[in-house]
Nanobody, 123 residues
Framework: QVQLVESGGGLVQAGGSLRLSCAAS????????MGWFRQAPGKEREFVAA????????LYADSVKGRFTISRDGAKNTVYLQMNSLKPDDTAVYYC????????????????WGQGTQVTVSS
């Protein structure tokens, strides 16, 4: 199991950008695929993006494709989510996740989670 801490959230105007970071600790990090999820008020936590290790293949939800980019730095034990062209509908708490089994786009597939970081996009 991996310990995860997100940072980089904040308030931004529509059309702006934010870069989220997730610092990881634990001996399984180098062999874990990683994902980002988000949860808006009153909504279920939903898939955003995932990245494999060591190949680095990526997967995105249709709602963020072309606007968000997931990446990772193994030396720093950190995964990133670059968010561009932000929309008010992107407002949510964003969570990073690790230690997946099975379908990387499914919440139930991940066994390690961060505490979340708030992203608010104003109109």
């Amino acid at each position: 199991q991996v310990q995860l801490v997100e940072s980089g959230g904040g308030l931004v105007q529509a059309g702006g950008s934010l870069r989220l970071s997730c610092a990881a600790s634990g001996r399984t990090f180098e062999t874990d695929d990683m994902g980002w999820f988000r949860q808006a008020p009153g909504k279920e936590r939903e898939f955003v993006a995932a990245i494999t290790w060591p190949r680095g293949s990526t997967l995105y939800a249709d709602s963020v494709k072309g606007r968000f980019t997931i990446s990772r730095d193994g030396a720093k034990n950190t995964v990133y989510l670059q968010m561009n062209s932000l929309k008010p509908d992107d407002t949510a708490v964003y969570y990073c996740a690790a230690d997946p089994r099975g379908d990387r786009s499914q919440r139930r597939s991940y066994y390690s989670w961060g505490q979340g970081t708030q992203v608010t996009v104003s109109s």
